[in-house]
């Protein structure tokens, strides 16, 4: 079978193609990512106009043969919600939330499993495992019944009670066990050697980032085939930071959007695990582990992010930055939003909305550019 | 100003312009149902294809003046998804699931309340209060919010915590009282009178039955401006059941969907609280209450509709029925659903999987029936 894409190491020159089930560079370990034969025409822009409201309506820019059906439960294309209080509060022009909540499953990690679950089962898995922050489990329950697929899910005791609940609702096994998402890691992958499950975390597989960057498509379309100037990202894992970060590379290079629209992509961060930010600030180019990780925004308590190199370039390349904020201070801001603006946010949500309030402390975002936050979940996951 | 819909009583002769905060017919109490002056045309059907994916797509068909902006988060263009595994297990060719818990505030109610705020807010209105089931309290407390208004609710105390809580955490003043639905519209509307907030009770003003139409606006269309042949819908107050009805009605009147088709429109109810299952097999043109209304599925227990003659109507003008499941049963297909297709669906969408049994069962519905279950909500909000 010819696939319409290869993959290629994001770190050195190994190839490989699209058949089987492939999960990190063999020669270097890091992450592949996903490189099309050929870019879409945009005359295609108009016939994705009229598809179904889901990110599968981008199919040409995604892992997905013409005679092959997603495992989908109509995930993505979510709203764009005006936040007139904060531009209000901070002076702003036009700022919007991409409320990713209203995904099956409650968060934006539908995506990425839609995605990986699909081309997983087409090359020939039968089991699943992850480590997980907590909406990646929740996600991966779903999608993995869907498929027909028994899965099991590693996750932190402290993950907040509702995650775990959600988890088991959809079937999947669920471990909770002591540390961070690091350590579930250890184990979902001795268990996916043992077991023979395939291990769809973040970044071991080169899928997830493509249903990630279906963030990036919709916001291109959901500004008319342009970008907003700054896009301020919860970042845990990262998978939707560089998702957006190919999207907007591969649709420049396409010619779907101006050659020259560029949006600053900025990372948050809680003070409690800030990996991300502390690499940025030091200029470095790859994260480091951070140390004892603690915070209410569960999915922010990822002290080694494998995407951490990627990360970095992404905002270095946009221009943006990374930014850390207080678990009060996110925890203030979600709130703020629940009664302000009738969104029921997650507290990484929360951080977005204290990130900008930073960043336009710091005079970085100004009055006229047009900015994006990510709800990346729904809050009730977390209460 | 010139309105481009009238208002006109369901039940009498009489009629109304679109001015002020119109509530219910002055002559004879029933609700007002909204007339277009003209239809719009079907070449329209392009255009909408391509706006943005909420219920405001369809702003000609709704209440709303083209220089009016509505109080939107983003409801509506929910997913439809497939269920294989109903299909299996009842022998069906096409089975659909409307997941409307993808929408804001986690359920259909969001529609009708978008509308309702947005025409509220327009002719006046500066503060609201409903009695609720559940999930229209939460929607209520989210789009109040989003208006800038204050909302009192008034729920059942039986109502689940979640569905309790949530309506807090959006800044709506909760209270909690004994009785059910009925008594809590009565507790509103004392208030509503007292205080001067504007009631937006279900059917008591003309507008959350435009948003609920959009049900079936969204159904046209996913089916390619034509209608799937069976529709069984959750059935407690049926502004929804209502709406689809009225718009069909409308669709085809202006061409947009053939002549000759026709959705069978299905209520289904729990044993525990049935006034239309009783009225229908009575062979009745209203309901009666209900003594002592109990079912989990809390959207269920509406003992006395307001809208129970026209919910009679449009089951038997579009030759469906009315079946009641027990809780038992509805509680059974919900579990089965989240494990087998991963959607975490609420009561209400557990008995539209099992009154489609019991219409397999009786041979009302056939193999060859493309058939739609309406999920109303999400499961995570009665847990």
Redo the contacts between chains.
Sequence with gaps: MTYHWTLECSSCDERHDASGLPTVCPACGMPWLVRYRHHPSPDLRDAI??R???MWRYREWLPIQPDEEPV???EG?????RAASIEQDLGLDEVWIK?ES?????SFKARGMSAAITRATLGGATAFTVPTAGNAGVAL??????AGCPARIFAPRTTPP?LL??MD???GELIAQDGHIGDCGKASRAYARDAGAFDVSTLREPYRIEGKKTLGLELAE?FGWDLPEVIIYPTGGGTGLIGMWKAFDELRAAGWIPAGSNARLFSVQSTGCAPVVRAFEADRDRTEAWEDPVTVASGLRVPAPLGGGLILRGLRETGGCAVAVTDTALEQSQKRL???????MCPEGGASVAALTELVRRGIVERRHRTVLFNTG????Y?
């Design positions: 106009a009229r179904g409201p889901t989908s439960l109509g294309m979510t709203p764009l919600v409320d209203q995904n099956p499953t409650g329950s779903a999608y993995a019944t869907r509702r609940e959600q609702v959809h079937g959901q629940a009664a302000a603006e009738g969104i029921d729904a809050g009730w996951l209460r």
